[in-house]
């Protein structure tokens, strides 16, 4: 079966370190609900290959109706058999709470069988759950531990979160050199995180010699894939002019698109956009829904909230809260998760720049 992995959240496609793996997906489709009912009794007869496949359709509307529900029963029919791929996937919806109650413990045991046949997208989802304290004690040094067993079998995110490991010193001896290393070799497989990184690298100069223009050319090729963390600082770079021409319609764009993704330091980049005017027309609503949104994640906007409600008047501020109360529930569904190494910091630590203050 052909392997291919996804990325839950992104509450990071977590930014620096990646989201939760899913594992191998059924490469047989089916188009026709024929094929589906031939492989129901397939499945109903206790053939794992049928059964992943079916589970499979369910969750993704293959040759039927969606239904995270009869999803999971079928991944979790498998992974009772032995199925490696069924016990990587009926873990991520034990994780996410997707088609049955959320249980993180109860995932964490079933990535581990799956470990014990070598899938390296189950020893990312182990480390990642060590290094957030999810379903099993807090343990960086257990989860770094996890990493290399994947990364060593050449898993690209592993790759890219094990360089963030060693960036920062969490979980191992701090060794940037083997940092730049491991992001080197996942970007050119093209790992958003790992392009990110490099960036990141670029912008601070730590590492390697600072060269704004280098950061944007890595920026620029996370952000297309969008990698919300990269479209923010990029539109720092347009914003001032560092590596790429001063746009500020440009840089907005960006924090917008950003932001919309779940990116706080956006939030509040679009909010000092919209306040200021730039880029465009200075707009007071649109500035205070996005403050709005970013102090609902972080409070050290709150200050700025009040300050900037007694300057808009009430009715904009009524406007803004309505907007913002939407936009903030439009964010929430995406699902999308906060980083696990640490808040952004803008002095060369390998997450997200912090936004300019108000």
Not at 14 to 28: A, D, F, R, T
């Amino acid at each position: 079966m052909k392997r291919s992995t996804g990325v839950l959240l992104q509450k990071f496609r977590l930014p620096i370190l990646l989201g939760i793996s899913l594992g191998m997906l059924v490469s047989m489709s089916m188009g026709q609900s024929s094929e589906f009912k031939k492989d129901m009794v397939s499945a109903l007869q206790g053939n794992v290959e049928a059964q992943l496949r079916i589970a499979n359709a369910y969750q993704r509307g293959l040759g039927i109706h969606l239904d995270a529900y009869q999803a999971a029963h079928w991944y979790a029919k498998a992974a009772g058999s032995g199925s490696t791929e069924g016990a990587v996937h009926y873990g991520m919806m034990l994780y996410t709470g997707d088609g049955t109650a959320q249980d993180l413990p109860k995932a964490f045991q079933w990535f581990q069988r799956a470990a014990l046949d070598k899938s390296p997208e189950a020893m990312n989802n182990i480390a990642l759950m060590y290094f957030r304290g999810e379903g099993v004690r807090r343990d960086p040094e257990e989860g770094v531990r996890w990493m290399k067993r994947a990364a060593d079998m050449g898993f690209i995110p592993a790759k890219a979160q094990l360089g963030v490991a060693y960036w920062d010193g969490v979980g191992t001896e701090q060794d940037r050199e083997l940092a730049l290393k491991l992001f080197r070799e996942a970007a050119r497989k093209h790992h958003p995180a790992a392009l990110f990184g490099l960036a990141c690298a670029y912008d601070s100069g730590v590492g390697v010699p600072q060269d704004y223009a280098q950061a944007a050319k890595y920026y620029r090729e996370a952000a297309d894939q969008g990698y919300k963390e990269a479209l923010n600082n990029l539109g720092l770079l347009y914003e001032h002019g560092r590596g790429v021409k001063a746009d500020g319609k440009q840089a907005m764009k960006l924090y917008v698109q950003a932001a919309n993704l779940g990116n706080v330091q956006a939030a509040a980049n679009a909010a000092r956009g919209y306040a200021s005017g730039l880029g465009g027309a200075r707009d007071n609503v649109s500035a205070s829904m996005w403050l709005i949104v970013a102090a609902k994640e972080d409070e050290q906007y709150i200050v700025a909230t009040e300050h900037t409600r007694a300057l808009v008047g009430e009715h904009d501020w009524a406007e803004a809260e309505s907007q913002a109360a939407m936009k903030y529930e439009e964010i929430r569904k995406l699902g999308i998760q906060q980083p696990i190494l640490g808040k952004a910091k803008a002095n060369g630590e390998l997450v997200a720049q912090k936004a300019v203050r108000w």
